[in-house]
Structures are given as structure tokens and as C-alpha cells.
């Protein structure tokens, strides 16, 4: 498979060193909206200007697209899906009905194949959702992230006046994963389910009352949750919060029996200590299948819903079948 990155922050390192990992693919570009000359990929690809792109319309199989969900992939997914079979981790979920039509008809007219919103959520969680309620058709799910730093959370807390750098860190409450996990069906609440940690790193005499109060009541980011704001210096944070771990669970539970009388619990776990590199090795994986899809003539919009689970691995189905069924 000819693969292609299409833009190069954590998210395409991420994908130019898992296609690398992948004896099936070759990476063999990456295009940036940056000055190529200034990206010096450690596998030492070739990198090319946007632009550019349009001189590989038959010499990608999957262009892999690594850009934001706020601004970038709204328009930049329906818009390559004309001329490429394109991928992406789009995980607006509110926004995902909208994003996949405009993808889809995009994909549609054009003979190509585009999947979006693979990750791990949307993605493989998703995916564990849809398998536990399967199984467990009068259960009851439950989504936990964290303990993991929120790259959105801590953009935005940056963006507040007097603000030089911050980390927000997702972190479960214990007492509400032991509830679920009990199989006692919790009703929770959003302040109940996770709090939110703030490490922030102030200019000098900035007002740090006012900076707390704003980052506490701000909509849609913290004001529903329980929040600590910590203040720390620059050499603290890049001492101790440059990494992006992350992680979380999807927990069903639900009953069985004719009296309903035995307890079920699923739960799917991750742990990560690269939440890019993850979700980067999740779009090689996808990248893969929808290729295979591709050639059986496959075309439109898809999500990890629509994919089997054959066309995701490098094996064949008889090597799937002797060593992983």
C-alpha cells in the first residue's frame, strides 16, 4: 500500500512511524502546510507542500489526514475525499452525523472510499460500545477518560488572558468506577463520572484569582465538573507534564436469566502513554482496511462500524484462523 500523511504534528509522527512498523505499507509522502525544508522526518521521506499534492492523484493508495476536528477536518476531509481514499480522526462526536454526509457525498461522486473518526474515541471504543450492547441488549454502558491530559482542555485554559502554558489532566472518580463496576447501575451525573486537574503555568503578576475563577466557570470545559487549579513554574511543567498519556474504559453492564438474576460486567480498558501514537497506529490499521474495501469496489463513507475485522490485519484469514480464533 502507497500511504501519504497530510499534516505533521504529533498525530502524522505518529503515522510515519507506525506505517513504518507495518511490512504492508509504504510511506511515501508527507505534505504540510509548512516549509518543507524545515521538517526533517526521521524515517526521511520526502515532504511536499499542500499544494503539491495534486501531482499524486494515482500514486496514493490512502492519504492519511492528521488534522485538527475544531477548523482543519470540516473542510479539508470532504474536500480531498474527491480525488483520494482518505481517512481521518474526527471526534467531534456531536458533529460526526454532519461531518460523515458531507464526507460521504464527497466520497460517493467521486468513486473513492473515506472513513472517518477512527481513533480510540470515536473508534475503539465505539467499536466496544456497539459489541457490549450487542450482547447486552438491556444494559447499560458507561464511558470513563482519563487519568490522561486533554490537548482541547488545555488549549483552551492557555487561551485565557495571563495564561503562558497549561496541562489539564481528565481523571476518573474512583467511587463512580467501583459503582459501575459493581454492576449496581449508577445513575451519574457529569460532575460525578470525572474531575478535572489544571497545571498552569502564569505570566509574572498576572492576576491568578481571576485566572482560576475564569478557568472554573468556563462553559463546556469545566464549569460542570469539579476543577483544581494548580499553579506551577515553566521548569515544573516540562519536568513533569510534557508527556500526553491517556486512556480510559467503556464498561457495560447488564443482566441475564429469566428472572434477570445474573449480573454482567464488559468493560474495555486502555492505557496509554501516547495518546497520538495510539490514535495514530489506529488510523494505520483503518488505513489498511479500507484500501482492501476499496479494491473489492467499495466506495462513500464509512466508519469503524462498517469495517470487518478481517481487513484490518496484515494476515490472512487462514493465518487469522489458526493462531488468533
Known amino acids: 500500500m502507497k500511504i501519504a500523511v497530510y499534516g505533521y504534528g504529533n498525530l502524522g509522527r505518529g503515522v510515519e512511524c507506525a506505517v513504518q512498523k507495518s511490512p504492508d505499507m509504504e510511506l511515501i509522502g508527507i505534505f504540510t502546510r509548512r516549509a518543507p525544508e524545515s521538517i526533517k522526518p526521521r524515517s526521511g521521506v520526502p515532504v511536499y507542500k499542500n499544494d503539491e499534492l495534486v501531482n499524486f492523484k494515482d500514486k496514493i493508495d490512502v492519504l492519511i489526514l492528521c488534522g485538527g476536528s475544531a477548523t482543519d477536518l470540516p473542510e479539508m476531509t470532504p474536500a480531498l475525499a474527491k480525488d483520494f481514499n482518505v481517512l481521518d480522526s474526527f471526534d467531534t462526536h456531536a458533529a460526526i452525523p454532519g461531518h460523515f454526509a458531507r464526507v460521504d457525498e464527497a466520497a460517493a461522486s467521486s468513486g473513492h472510499i473515506a472513513l472517518i473518526s477512527a481513533g480510540w474515541d470515536p473508534g475503539m ?37 495571563g495564561v503562558v ?16 463496576r459493581s454492576g449496581s447501575n449508577p445513575a451519574l451525573t457529569t460532575r460525578d463520572k470525572h474531575t478535572r486537574e489544571c497545571y498552569v503555568v502564569a505570566e509574572e503578576g498576572a492576576d491568578l484569582v481571576r485566572i482560576e475563577r475564569e478557568i472554573k466557570e468556563m462553559p463546556n470545559y469545566f464549569a460542570d465538573y469539579n476543577t483544581s487549579v494548580t499553579f506551577i513554574t515553566m521548569e515544573e511543567l516540562k519536568r513533569d507534564h510534557m508527556g500526553i498519556p491517556h486512556g480510559g474504559a467503556v464498561i457495560t453492564t447488564g443482566r441475564t436469566g429469566w428472572e434477570n438474576e445474573n449480573t454482567h460486567v464488559i468493560e474495555y480498558k486502555l492505557k496509554l502513554d501516547s495518546n497520538p501514537e495510539f490514535t495514530s497506529s489506529v488510523l494505520v490499521a483503518f488505513a489498511r482496511a479500507i484500501d482492501k474495501m476499496h479494491k473489492r469496489g467499495v466506495t462513500g463513507c464509512k466508519t469503524v462500524f ?20
Open 125 to 161: 471504543f465505539s467499536i466496544n460500545r456497539l459489541y457490549a450492547s450487542a450482547i447486552l441488549p438491556n444494559g447499560k454502558d458507561y464511558t470513563f477518560w482519563g487519568r490522561g491530559v486533554s490537548q482541547g482542555h488545555s488549549d483552551a485554559i492557555r487561551r485565557i488572558k
Open 306 to 325: 462498517d469495517v470487518a475485522p478481517v481487513d484490518l490485519s496484515p494476515l490472512s484469514p487462514e493465518e487469522l484462523r489458526a493462531h488468533m480464533l
Open 165 to 180: 502554558d497549561a496541562r489539564q489532566y481528565t481523571v476518573p472518580v474512583p467511587e463512580a468506577l467501583d459503582a459501575v
